[in-house]
């Protein structure tokens, strides 16, 4: 996951409103969201490594990630950063109990979002310490929590006019708050250690290359009792016209 923007307790009615964009190369397997046979989680599926980008556990908790770029660092790293996901949601287990069990440095550079009663989390490779979110918008890139990227700006201005605007979500109207394809001005790109080139690919909130792009957008709506709605558009291919779209409806926890 590559891009994601949320509406933290901004209505009584959905405490939560989230979408997000997974990036990745088009030629890397993945299975679309879908209940694992081996694990209680609904979640898509890495099948080079075995893990997810975002997903929800049989009891109702969630979490999602994504890389935390760093184009200077080592690349080495001991396990796939989408196990972190994996094992959090197969285990019944406190967000802050897994949070201060992750070996950091057994991964590459990530961010990670932890949802369950007592509420929704924010740690990383860079702020291994975790953080309870505030009520508000918040967005999350490949850099810490609420960096002001072009990208995420938009973003969190997206979701600020869809809140404006709002009487009931829908799924197709939040895909769209991550759909621009415009790049950011080159003076205005991060400097995260990779050519320029790739710098401005990256910088829109949906990405379209030869090899690599979005190649999901999935959105959660919350309610207030508990009902969630997951969607996943899967983007078969670059530009797309009329991505795949999977629906599920279940039970989630609504944090305190």
């Known amino acids: 996951m590559c891009l994601i923007t949320l509406a933290y307790r901004q209505s009584t009615q959905w405490p939560l409103l ?27 599926r890495d099948l080079t490594q075995g893990g997810t980008w975002l997903g929800i556990s049989d009891d109702g908790r969630m979490a999602a990630l994504t890389n935390y770029r760093d184009g200077r660092a080592s690349q080495s790293a001991l396990f796939s950063r989408g196990e972190l996901i994996s094992h959090y949601l197969a285990n019944p287990v406190s967000a802050l ?44 890139s490949n850099a810490l929590l609420n960096t002001p990227w072009p990208k995420t700006e938009l973003a969190r201005q997206q979701m600020q006019q869809y809140l404006n605007e709002l009487t009931a979500p829908r799924a197709d109207q939040l895909l769209s708050l991550l759909s621009s394809r415009d790049k950011a001005q080159d003076e205005l790109l991060p400097d995260t250690g990779i050519s320029q080139e790739w710098e ?50 279940l039970r989630a926890i609504v944090p305190d």
């Open 97 to 140: 109990d897994y949070a201060r069990e992750i070996s950091f440095e057994a991964y590459g550079g990530f961010n990670l979002l932890l949802l369950d009663r007592t509420g929704l989390y924010y740690l990383g490779t860079h702020h291994q310490t975790p953080t309870r979110l505030q009520p508000g918008i918040h967005t999350l």
């Open 200 to 249: 401005s690919m990256l910088s829109s909130c949906f990405i379209e290359s030869d090899k690599y792009g979005t190649r999901s957008s999935t959105t959660l709506i919350l309610s207030a009792d508990g009902e969630l709605e997951l969607t996943e558009f899967t983007h078969l291919q670059p530009q797309t016209p009329h991505p795949l779209t999977t629906r599920f409806n």
């Open 18 to 44: 989230l979408v997000a964009n997974r990036d990745e190369f088009y030629q890397r397997p993945t299975l679309p969201v879908h209940h694992w046979e081996d694990k209680p989680i609904l979640a898509g």
